[in-house]
């Protein structure tokens, strides 16, 4: 079985060792998770609300069956990862909010990264 991962660069090392910005990663993934849980959490309750409105005329709701179809999808699963997905940054985790390099500048601990030339680099062999 063959895997895609992403390695440390163990042949061109930083001048001096990277910063930990864990905790700080772990902050920011705390404050993501709980605006996606509560933006679902707002959806849900006004989904909810639509639902019970007797004459189902407010300007923001649909009517009653795709009400509750929209209602069974907020409460299931998926539409927390989805929405968790969403503020954390949809792709691949180095092209994420964080894994580029205006997200890692923004870390307090530096440096969060080391980025060295390509002729510096051991890519240079593919270029040869």
């Known amino acids: 079985m063959s895997l895609l991962a ?3 660069d163990q042949y061109d090392l930083p001048p001096r060792p990277l910063a930990d910005i864990g905790p700080e990663v772990a902050a920011h993934v705390e404050l993501k998770l709980r605006a996606a849980v509560d933006k679902v ?3 849900i309750e006004s989904r909810e609300r639509c639902i019970e409105t007797v004459d189902g005329k407010q300007d923001t709701c649909g009517d009653p069956i795709s009400e509750r179809i929209k209602l069974e999808y907020l409460l299931s699963e998926d539409a927390i990862a989805h929405e968790a997905f969403a503020q954390l940054g949809d792709g691949f985790p180095p092209f994420t909010q964080y894994g580029n390099v205006d997200g890692l500048a ?3 601990a530096q440096p969060a990264r080391y980025h060295t ?3 510096k680099s051991i890519f240079i062999l593919i270029l040869v």
């Open 117 to 119: 030339s390509l002729w």
């Open 106 to 108: 923004s870390f307090m």
């Open 41 to 43: 959490n707002a959806e």
């Open 6 to 8: 992403l390695e440390t």
